[in-house]
């Protein structure tokens, strides 16, 4: 059973990893995911087959991001403070609009650049905002359906995305000290691995 997860002071707050495979990160990330399964009484996700992976890969014509893979075959689509999507959900974003396209955004050239390349996999607190990876750079983008440009590249890999994610759910899991105090911890804490302008894009 993992140990419990009790944030009262910014140093009680888990960098699960540098990267996906290196020594921590399965036991931190169970860890911090177990906590959050704990605390909404979530039932624990199961880990996804290889071979449903890569009939995903087949229906896409294009291979996951190699560490989004590893996740999905060790803890499945499991809570991370955010929405990561079904597998029958996930899909090349541009298809959304597809049926009625004058209802789309007014994507502007920059984000025209990347669209048809973008694929979803996690969607922001089911506010209409939405993950993607580009198929072929495995880069993580950012769509924000409220402003110009509405896509964003915000991480080089999967790998800074989930660790961003795995340390702003940690507010939940606040002591004996106040929730906001927490999430102002948090997001300072996201800010020295990411960089504040990313935080401010993801989070505002």
């Known amino acids: ?13 888990i960098i699960p990893f540098d990267y996906i495979g290196d020594e921590l990160w399965q036991s931190n990330t169970e860890r911090i995911i177990t ?12 880990p996804i087959p290889i071979e449903e992976i890569e009939a995903l890969e087949l229906r896409l014509g294009a291979s996951l991001p190699d560490t989004l893979k590893l996740f999905y075959q060790t803890f499945g689509i499991a809570d ?19 049926p009625h396209p004058e209802y789309g955004p007014d994507f502007t050239a920059e ?3 990347v669209l048809p390349s973008l694929i ?3 969607e922001y607190l089911g506010n209409g905002n939405m993950f993607c990876f580009h198929k072929d750079t495995k880069e993580i983008y950012y ?8 896509i964003t590249k915000l991480f080089n890999s999967f790998d800074d995305y989930l660790k961003g994610c795995l340390v ?16 102002q911890w948090a997001e300072e804490v996201v800010c020295d691995l990411v960089g504040e302008d990313i935080v401010r894009k993801w989070m505002y």
């Open 1 to 13: 059973m993992a140990e419990e997860i009790f944030i009262n002071k910014k140093e009680d707050i």
């Open 35 to 46: 906590a959050l399964d704990e605390l909404w009484s979530n039932d624990k996700a199961n």
């Open 80 to 98: 991370i403070g955010e929405e990561l999507q079904q597998f029958s959900d996930i899909d090349y974003i541009i298809k959304i609009w597809e």
């Open 111 to 113: 984000d025209m650049a």
């Open 120 to 122: 979803t996999f996690s």
């Open 143 to 150: 769509f924000d359906h409220d402003s110009q440009p509405y």
């Open 168 to 183: 702003f759910a940690q507010a939940d899991l606040f002591g004996d000290v106040e929730q906001d105090l927490v999430e």
